[in-house]
T-cell receptor
């Protein structure tokens, strides 16, 4: 079954404690991306990766890092989380005909 | 001004009604147009994908693109309670840009 998986699905942490959200896809897609979804603001792209070892900033990259060492995985790293990063995060994997989203990670930073 | 404008609703209609969801955009470079459906506590799922102006039909769903007016629509015929969700338009050129999403409720 074609899918995008994310872990963890829910996370509560404290300000400044580094965390990583993993993302994996089994569709052999080159393009992967991370979004955050906030009420009234919709989906905003954080980072994207056009292929292995190539990543670039999206619209809201501040406070986030990513890496793409292999095609299937695209982790999102928050080196020093802050309360304004409390949000719902989605990883997506894209082909030429659309993006396929993971189930989401709900993050609360205290 | 946002690149993609979408009325967030909420929109509530009776079962069986025809639903019309719309987005406008400002960037004439957008080439690909999509509609996603997002159920509560789930990730968005791709519903419709179109490339050019015109209509595309898939079952009860019809996507319409008018590039000259920078306007896209999604029509849902014979709406069902299971269609209750948030519908997001999206469009892309070099990157994918989403509308805010319209929350739709179909009342039995």
């Amino acid at each position: 079954e074609a899918q995008v998986t994310q872990n963890p699905r829910y996370l509560i942490t404290v300000t400044g404690k580094k965390l990583t959200v993993t993302c994996s896809q089994n569709m052999n897609h080159e393009y992967m991306s991370w979004y955050r979804q906030d009420p009234g603001l919709g989906l905003r792209q954080i980072y994207y990766s056009m292929n292995v070892e190539v990543t670039d900033k999206g619209d809201v990259p501040e406070g986030y890092k990513v890496s793409r060492k292999e095609k299937r995985n695209f982790p999102l790293i928050l080196e020093s989380p802050s309360p304004n990063q409390t949000s719902l995060y989605f990883c997506a994997s894209s082909s030429g005909t659309g993006s396929y989203f993971g189930p989401g990670t709900r993050l609360l930073v205290l | 001004q946002k690149e993609v404008e979408q009325d967030p609703g909420p929109l509530s209609v009776p079962e069986g009604a025809i639903v019309s969801l719309n987005c406008t955009y400002s960037n004439s470079a957008f080439q690909y147009f999509m509609w996603y459906r997002q159920y509560s506590r789930k990730g968005p799922e791709l519903l419709m994908y179109t490339y050019s102006s015109g209509n595309k039909e898939d079952g009860r769903f019809t996507a319409q693109v008018d590039k000259s007016s920078k306007y896209i629509s999604l029509f849902i015929r014979d709406s069902q309670p299971s269609d209750s969700a948030t519908y997001l338009c999206a469009m892309s050129f070099q990157k994918l840009v989403f509308g805010q999403g319209t929350r739709l409720t179909i009342n039995p």
